[in-house]
């Protein structure tokens, strides 16, 4: 069922207008360049980081200044789907990247919670044209990426939240999509998962070959990769996401450029099953903004070469 609602090769980087100074940081020239060089590169699939990006009809209390009107949003995914881009939302729920929700980041588990998060996913449904994925993030939930944020799940209350997400998705019709990496440390997520949840297992590192014999035992690159195979003998779907996000200290001593996205294809192609390799994902993790948007169109291009 689910894996005939998939393209047989997804092409779809990652694109979002972020938060910076309690204000949405986005450029209309930027994001226009952006699409024109998707196309011009064959893209068939752009990622769509919401966040506080729109003013959700549910809850405008969540917007901030710049952020766009519902139909500001819905005349863009007109726009996409005509030039041969399927736009798919993004909304992290992780409680390490959910500040976007405001007051209710800080209630997770909670009735007004799990009420505000229906209410944004049915929004962003609507306002996406019932598009066929929406991405839940749930990246990075650990204690040592939260320990700013001082709001943790783990255990069972994590399985039960995050079911609570997928039922909801579907619920609005659409396939949950979510970053794997939760499993990289709970050796139960592969069996507790469902099947219906697209991966994205990630790597974003070139520093290395993709040998797994050669990785120290018990180290994350070991992890990461163990995890690409432990999916594929489960029979999940899979779109594995590289990126050329640059860290300070790679920055320092790396190569000038961060093409993890070419050696994760090559590792991914000949790892995972043609049935369930859907194709591939690039995160720049760069903001839409004139002054940032060298990395965006860096990483357009690499994908494009990779998948070449």
């Known amino acids: 069922m689910w894996g005939a609602s998939l393209p047989p090769d997804i092409k779809g980087p990652l694109v979002h ?106 929004d962003a449904a609507e306002m996406f044209d019932h598009p066929r994925f929406l991405h839940i993030g749930y990246d990075e939930e650990n204690f040592g990426g939260q320990q700013a944020f001082k709001c943790v799940r783990v255990d069972e209350l994590w399985w039960y939240d995050f079911l609570y997400f997928v039922k909801t998705v579907e619920g609005n019709g659409m396939r949950p999509w979510m970053w794997s990496d939760y499993g990289w440390d709970h050796a139960d997520f592969v069996e507790k998962c469902p099947k219906s949840v697209i991966q994205s297992n990630w790597n974003y590192s070139d520093l290395d070959g993709y040998d797994l014999s050669k990785f120290k035992p018990g180290s994350n690159r070991l992890k990461v990769f163990k995890l690409f195979l432990d999916l594929e003998k489960a029979g999940f779907d899979q779109v594995p996401c590289g990126s050329n996000w640059k860290s300070d200290r790679y920055k320092k001593e790396g190569p000038a450029v961060n093409n993890s996205i070419a050696g994760l294809v090559k590792f991914c192609r000949d790892n995972i099953s043609a049935g369930h390799l859907k194709g591939f994902m690039m995160a720049p993790w760069a903001d839409c903004t004139d002054v940032s948007n060298k990395t965006n169109l860096e990483g357009i291009d690499l994908l494009a070469k990779a998948l070449a």
């Open 17 to 122: 207008g972020r938060l910076c100074n309690d204000k949405v940081m986005f450029s209309d020239k930027a994001w226009n360049l952006l699409v024109d060089d998707m196309v011009a590169k064959k893209m068939n699939m752009v990622i769509i980081d919401l966040g506080e990006f729109p003013a959700y009809p549910s809850h405008p209390e969540l917007a901030l200044p710049g952020s766009r009107s519902p139909d500001w949003i819905r005349g863009e995914v007109r726009r996409l789907k005509s030039l041969g881009l399927e736009p798919i939302p993004k909304l992290n729920f992780s409680t390490g990247h959910d500040s976007w929700l405001g007051e209710n980041s800080r209630m997770i588990s909670t009735r007004m919670y799990y009420q505000v998060c229906r209410d944004v996913i049915k």
